[in-house]
T-cell receptor, first 112, second 112 residues
Framework: DGGITQSPKYLFRKEGQNVTLSCEQNLNHDAMYWYRQDPGQGLRLIYYSQIVNDFQKGDIAEGYSVSREKKESFPLTVTSAQKNPTAFYLC???????????FGPGTRLTVL | GEDVEQSLFLSVREGDSSVINCTYTDSSSTYLYWYKQEPGAGLQLLTYIFSNMDMKQDQRLTVLLNKKDKHLSLRIADTQTGDSAIYFCAELPMDSSYKLIFGSGTRLLVRP
């Protein structure tokens, strides 16, 4: 059963704590992306990775970090430096050929 | 600059056709996409159109592309209550390193 999984679906953390969101894909896609979505708004790109062991900052990378040690996995860490971390986080992947991105189900992070 | 614009809200009666509009600014865009997002879920790819096409039809969905005016539309025939969702338009500029540019989304409400 191929696809993109994100876990957990809901995540609660206290202010000042770092938290890591998981994104795994078994589609053999080369590129992976992290987006943030706030209520009533579109998607903003946080980080993306076109190949293992390489990643680039998106439009709103401050306060976030990523790693890409395996093709299948692209975890996102929301650090305490991110001022407004409460949001819906979406992971996506893209095959080597073509620009179409496929999305996971999302993780809703709430910082208390 | 790069910007994709959509109207915020559309309300239609069940059984009618819905037309969701989008304007984009980058004439180099190679592909244009429509995604659907249901509450609390990720984005689902509905359809896409290559920039050298004027129209694409897929069952109840019809995409029209006017390159001269940089205008994209999605028509949903026989709209059902299950079509109620947020619809995102996205463009893939040629020199974007495969980064999609998303609109803010159009919320479609289907009234019974």
């Amino acid at each position: 059963d191929g696809g993109i999984t994100q876990s957990p679906k809901y995540l609660f953390r206290k202010e000042g704590q770092n938290v890591t969101l998981s994104c795994e894909q078994n589609l053999n896609h080369d590129a992976m992306y992290w987006y943030r979505q706030d209520p009533g708004q579109g998607l903003r790109l946080i980080y993306y990775s076109q190949i293992v062991n390489d990643f680039q900052k998106g439009d709103i990378a401050e306060g976030y970090s990523v790693s890409r040690e395996k093709k299948e996995s692209f975890p996102l860490t929301v650090t305490s430096a991110q001022k407004n971390p409460t949001a819906f986080y979406l992971c996506a992947s893209r095959p080597d050929r073509g620009g179409t991105q496929y999305f996971g189900p999302g993780t809703r992070l709430t910082v208390l | 600059g790069e910007d994709v614009e959509q109207s915020l809200f559309l309300s239609v009666r069940e059984g009618d056709s819905s037309v969701i509009n989008c304007t984009y600014t980058d004439s180099s865009s190679t592909y244009l996409y429509w995604y659907k997002q249901e509450p609390g879920a990720g984005l689902q790819l509905l359809t896409y159109i290559f920039s050298n096409m004027d129209m694409k039809q897929d069952q109840r969905l019809t995409v029209l592309l006017n390159k001269k005016d940089k205008h994209l539309s999605l028509r949903i025939a026989d709209t059902q209550t299950g079509d109620s969702a947020i619809y995102f338009c996205a463009e893939l500029p040629m020199d974007s390193s495969y980064k999609l540019i998303f609109g803010s989304g159009t919320r479609l409400l289907v009234r019974p």
